[in-house]
Structure formats: structure tokens, C-alpha cells
């Protein structure tokens, strides 16, 4: 594929992506607080039945060869500090960067002016910083890019089976309590 | 199937299910994960370059990150489209100044909501920089990759943003 019809298609994806998390409520403010308060499940719902179907996909069409995976690197250090970081953020501004996009796209004005400024803001002061401010956390706990099967030393399916089988867990707890 | 497109709301597993398969097809044809984070830091680059362009060009970052139109800044102008038109079409798409938990919390404020929309917005962006993606990134496509790295990232999302939204809205 050449670069433009790469473009055009990632924002036919991009218009899907929006749509179902419009669907999904997660594009309002109130839904995502009330995620991070654990008083409606919505949004982790989503993401665990997004995680397993995308993982039993991809790693079918991997046995296949149709594609091929790209984990990111990461250390403890980075992915913890940077971890409680974003979830600060995520808490205060009441977005994330994928779900701000959508609710600006749903009407929230603070979402658009305030937010995605901020977010310009904090991306480029880690750009300014990037990468001397970073080296010793980085070599924290380094993992670089390895999955969890490989980190334990186990299947690719046996880990596949024992996440969905904890997922679904966590679905079936979650509704019997009415979560 | 016009009655689904217009419902207000879909069941989370069924969204999820959706977003699950849209994956698929991103790994196959543009052989990427879905991610959203990347494209504000490559636009903070281009409008960095506005002011100064040699600021921006010695940067390592946008060596190894150029700030260009790329796949995931059409991906994320897509998810504004998308949202939007299935607000509209199910008449939930509202202009909201002050979100309605926010104003019972901390009063109905514009100025002040968009202060600290800025505040948390900037520890987001670093964040996500930090932690290399953000709750898709990581939390979905780093997570059905089952990477270390993102498995521990989400894990940290959640507990951050749990311990502030419950020192910001229940104490």
C-alpha cells in the first residue's frame, strides 16, 4: 500500500474506532470518572472484551503468518512512574488521549481547548527532555520488549487460555454484583 | 440494523468485541496497533516548528519521531468524525462547557475546569511519553499483545488514576 491509501484508511479505522467508543459511552466525562471511582465498570469492560478478542485474533493470524506483532520495550522504572503519571492526568483532566479525541467529537469543550492543549504541552516537555532525563529509569527493571509467555516461559495459548479464563472471572463477578 | 446505529448505547461487550476485531484489521493492513498518544507528541512537533524550527529539528525525539501527517494523526481525526456522527445520529451529541460530575464537585466554573483540564492534560501527555502509550496503546493493543511492558503500564493507569479520582471526588 502506498502512503496515502495507508492515510485514508487509517482514518476510515480512526472513524470506526471513534464510533464504538461513542457507543460505548466512553467519550463522556462522567463514564470515565465513574471508571476511575469503580462505581461503572464500562470502560475496563470494554477494554478486557477488546483485549481478549484482539489477542485470540492476532495470535491466530500470527500462527498463520498474516501478521506480525510488535510489544513495545519498557522497564519497570518507566512503565510504573510513567504509568502513575498518565493516571494523574487521566484523573484530573477526565480523558485519555484516545477517549478525548472522541469526546470532542461528542461536545465537551473542555475536552477540546483545555485537554488537548494540555496534552500538546506535556508531550513536547517530554520531547525537550528526551532521551538524557531518562536513561536510569529506563535501565530500572528493564524487560525490553518481551510478552508475558515468554517473561514466564510458557505457551503463547496456555497464556492466551489463562487470561480469557480470568477475564471472563472478572466479567461474571462484575454482573452478579450488578457492577 | 438503522435502529443499532441510532441506540444511544451499545452493551461494553459488544463495543469491546467491535474494537477487539477492528484490531485485527489494523494489524493486517496497515501492520499497526491501535494507538492514539504518539500523534499528539508528533503534533506538538509541528507546531513547535511554527516558532522554531531548529528547536524542533535538533531534537532527538522528533529524529526518532518525525512530527509529520502520519497514520496514527489521521487515526485520532478519525475519532473525532466517528464519535461525532454517532452522537448525532442518535441525538447524544450535546456542547458541554463543564462536564455535570465535575460541576457537582467543584462548581460550574468554565475558566477554572479549563485550567485544570490543561494541568491534567500536560501530566497525561508526559505520561504516556513516559510510559511509551497510553490506555490504548498499552492498555488495549499492548495488552492483547500481552506485553510486559504494557500489562505494567495499565496496571499503573489505573492505580494513578484511581488514587486521584477518589482523592479528588470522595474525600
Known amino acids: 500500500m502506498n502512503n496515502k491509501k495507508i492515510l485514508i484508511l487509517s482514518l476510515v479505522f480512526g472513524i470506526i474506532f471513534g464510533f464504538l467508543l ?47 506483532l510488535y510489544p513495545k520495550q519498557g522497564s519497570f522504572g518507566i512503565n510504573a512512574v510513567g504509568g502513575l503519571i498518565f493516571g494523574v492526568g487521566f484523573a484530573v483532566l477526565g480523558y485519555c488521549p484516545g477517549t478525548i479525541a472522541g469526546a470532542i467529537g461528542n461536545g465537551y469543550i473542555d475536552a477540546a481547548i483545555g485537554g488537548t492543549a494540555g496534552i500538546l504541552a506535556g ?24 510478552t508475558l509467555p515468554e517473561l514466564l516461559r510458557v505457551n503463547d495459548w496456555v497464556m492466551i487460555f489463562f487470561t480469557v479464563c480470568i477475564v471472563f472471572s472478572i466479567f461474571m463477578i462484575l454482573e452478579a454484583h450488578g457492577y | 440494523m438503522m ?35 504518539t500523534a499528539f507528541a508528533r503534533a506538538s512537533g509541528m507546531i513547535g516548528k511554527l516558532f522554531s524550527r531548529k528547536t524542533i529539528n535538533g531534537k532527538q525525539y522528533f529524529k526518532e519521531y518525525p512530527p509529520v501527517i502520519d497514520w496514527e494523526i489521521m487515526f485520532v481525526i478519525g475519532i473525532v468524525i466517528g464519535a461525532f456522527i454517532s452522537a448525532y445520529i442518535s441525538g447524544d451529541f450535546n456542547i458541554i462547557t463543564v462536564p455535570r460530575l465535575w460541576a457537582r464537585e467543584f462548581g460550574d466554573s468554565f475558566i477554572f475546569r479549563i485550567i485544570i483540564s490543561i494541568i491534567g492534560g500536560i501530566f497525561l501527555g508526559f505520561g504516556a511519553r513516559l510510559a511509551g502509550g497510553c490506555t490504548s496503546g498499552h492498555g488495549i493493543s499492548g495488552a492483547m499483545q500481552m506485553a510486559v511492558s504494557s500489562w505494567v503500564s495499565a496496571i499503573f493507569f489505573f492505580i494513578g488514576g484511581g488514587v486521584t479520582a477518589y482523592l479528588m471526588f470522595s474525600l
Do not use: H
Open chain 1, 123 to 146: 508531550s513536547y516537555l517530554y520531547a525537550l527532555l528526551y532521551p538524557k532525563a531518562f536513561i536510569k529509569l529506563n535501565n530500572f527493571g528493564n524487560y525490553g520488549n518481551k
Open chain 1, 22 to 68: 461513542q457507543k460505548g459511552g466512553a467519550t463522556k466525562y462522567d463514564v470515565i470518572v465513574a471508571q476511575l471511582l469503580f462505581n461503572d465498570n464500562t470502560v475496563v469492560k470494554i477494554m478486557l472484551t477488546a483485549v481478549i478478542t484482539g489477542m485470540t485474533g492476532i495470535y491466530i493470524l500470527k500462527e498463520f503468518k498474516l501478521v506480525s
Open chain 2, 3 to 37: 435502529s443499532y446505529l441510532t441506540q444511544i448505547r451499545w452493551s461494553p461487550y459488544a463495543v469491546g468485541a467491535g474494537i477487539g476485531i477492528l484490531s485485527w484489521f489494523t494489524f493486517i493492513f496497515l501492520k499497526k496497533p491501535i494507538g492514539c498518544s
